[in-house]
């Protein structure tokens, strides 16, 4: 039955793909993509919402029969993502996100609509903009109030069922000079800069963050770098730890270098910082229904492809016994797959149970590298096939 839905739309669902991806929109104006899948949704037959909580980010509902059976069942989210990334397109590959998103969807209605008594409940696709830098999701997050499980898939160059990912937030900070006749100015006529320099300022932040990565957790992550912040010398500073709870002191000790700056140039600091983006929780049940569908389909790794050092890792306890090489995905928590990715889709799984499974696509290259924009760009059969197979019942 899904093979029948699945080889009807592949063509339609790789044109939404193709259309997307030669199309790259970056945070909060991706009009185009918005105005493509709430149509898409709509022609459907799905309930929509355009332009939810934000001008790019949509709803869209659906339940056979006019909702009859919508309070019998769970209420099923499917995200679709589809902001580029400046400058490199779509390096992050979520024009797939877009396609997946609305593929699960379409196939979940057909199998609803074909079987309403046996699966009851209701389908949610959430449009989510602004995924890199935006935090789109954080925004968005009371648009999973009445959500029962949230399901996102990620294109990597590695098959991870439960990737380890990491929290995120930036600070943006700027000095300004103390002004004219603060009692300092005095002592320090020889300077022709005057009291307070702003660029001295930003240079002892700067070096102070330095200084201080080498007395974080190896876990722990800083990026700086010394650009203008509303309108005035600055900084940006990029901060990333494995867990929420140590977002905030790790925050402190960054402003603490900041304000030592400030302090001895005698400028005045100021500082934000954004919602943290915060570590998956991926939901252990929801990860093996969806791997156990995966598993039993024989065909899938030729779909998907193979990663070639999945036999290192541990997987799922009850598909663990059958794991082959040709596996999907590994089990990737507590293994030190030692990510760099932060998803705002963190942020959803600590409130709904959620899964972020990223699948493996043909190509070494990582993400947010340009080239793997050009592999997002021929995705091929492979990976619907297999979404469809996951979903077949
Ligand atoms: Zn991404």
Known sequence: MCHMSFSRRIDF????????????????????????????????????????????????????????????????????EYDALPGVGHACGHNLIAESGIAMALLTKDIMTMHPERYPGKITVIGSPAEEGGGGKIIMIDAFDDVDVAMMLHASNKGILHAETLCSSRIFANYSSARLGDTFHFFNTFDSMGPGSESDAVVAAYNNIVSLRSQIPQQWRIGVVIKEVDDKLGLEITYRTMHGMDMGPFRARIVSCLEAGATATNCQLAWRFTDPYVEMWPNLVLGNIFAGYLHDKGKRASCMGIEEDLERETCAPDWQSSLSADALFTYGLDKGYNTLVSTDMGNVSQKVPAIHPMYYINTPISLHHADFAKQVGSPGQGFLESVCLSLEI
């Open 13 to 80: 669902i790789l044109q939404i793909n193709d259309e997307i991806w030669s199309n790259p929109e970056i945070r909060f104006v991706e009009y185009r993509a918005h105005d493509l899948l709430t149509k898409v949704l709509e022609d459907q037959g799905f309930k929509v919402t355009r332009r939810y909580i934000l001008p790019t980010g949509f709803r869209a509902e659906f339940s056979p029969e006019n909702g009859k059976f919508a309070s019998m069942g769970p209420n099923i989210c499917f995200i679709s």
